[in-house]
């Protein structure tokens, strides 16, 4: 059985697992969404992990990409060097079972001193390009936010921001977290803490503020959406510093998409909005359409 009769395509993150089993029409049959991520993995039981897929999903093809080719995962799959294509990314696909069982590959970054990396991005990247034109910057919304230079359809460029684990530390670790209970929503204490984010505040600085602010009897309505609208905001200002001038490829979950939109507009920049994992079916296409 080939790749053109069906396969399964597998995103195999540190603690969450999305696998599917697409048809020779490119159609999603049945999937698999559970938290066996690679962390939950027993040592040595990656190859078990993959034949229990393949009872469920069927005996087909399977591409594994994520944080499952990390150091951390099954087998380390070596990074393609920027400017990376669905060519490129193809041709180095590490097989476990040659032609039948692989891991996409990350992308790297090196460049004076530059360094970065992605897992998992690189497929979705590629994959948006579907409703995106190939010449685009690209925002994939997360623990490590990435902003993505697309040219000419590559991964030209990218840069990651540790947005999401630093709001997530803050919220379970720093003293602001009795003020960051509440769920962020694109509220006008987003839209405030967006604001000076974009204007360059320092955040050591405007977290504090959420403190002094509740001590003093004049705290945010929601000082979560404060300090996440503050982070992204930062992050939102890093990101369009790459350039680009049209409307911004926002590829993701919902929920960040959402909150990432609202400070794409404060901004003044349109959104086109994809979700993840159409995103990640579209790059696995590519890809196999390559094998």
Known sequence: MGWR???????WGTTNRRAYAVDRQGAVGR??????????????????????????????????AGMIGS????????YVPCPADADAIAENILWIEPGRLGIVPGVSLAADREADVMRGE????????????PDTLICHPGTHSKW???????????????????FALLKAHSILAPQLRDV????????????????????????????????LGKGDANGASFASGLLIGADIRAGLSLGGNGPIGLVGRSDL????????????????????????LAGIGLLTERL
Do not use: C, K
Not at 33 to 60: K, S, T, Y
Not at 122 to 133: K, S
Not at 193 to 215: K, M, S, T, Y
Not at 257 to 275: K, Q
């Open 5 to 11: 009769d069906g396969y399964i395509a597998v995103d």
């Open 31 to 64: 999937e698999i969404r559970d938290g066996h991520g690679i962390m939950n993995v027993p040592a040595g039981g990656f190859e078990e992990a993959v034949a229990e897929l393949r009872r469920q999903l069927g005996d087909q093809p399977m591409l594994l």
């Open 71 to 78: 150091n951390r995962g099954w087998m380390e799959a070596p």
């Open 122 to 133: 690189e497929v979705q990247a590629i994959g948006a390009l579907r409703w995106l034109p």
């Open 148 to 166: 993505i230079v697309m040219r000419a359809g590559r991964i030209d460029h990218f840069r990651t921001l540790m947005t999401g684990e630093l």
């Open 184 to 215: 962020p929503a694109p509220d006008a204490s987003f839209d405030a803490g967006v604001a000076a984010g974009l204007a360059g505040e320092a955040p050591q600085a405007a977290l504090f503020g959420v403190r002094a602010r509740h001590l």
């Open 257 to 280: 998409r959402a909150l990432y939109a609202a400070g794409l507009a404060r901004a003044g920049r349109e959104t086109i909005e994809i979700a993840g994992a159409d995103a990640f």
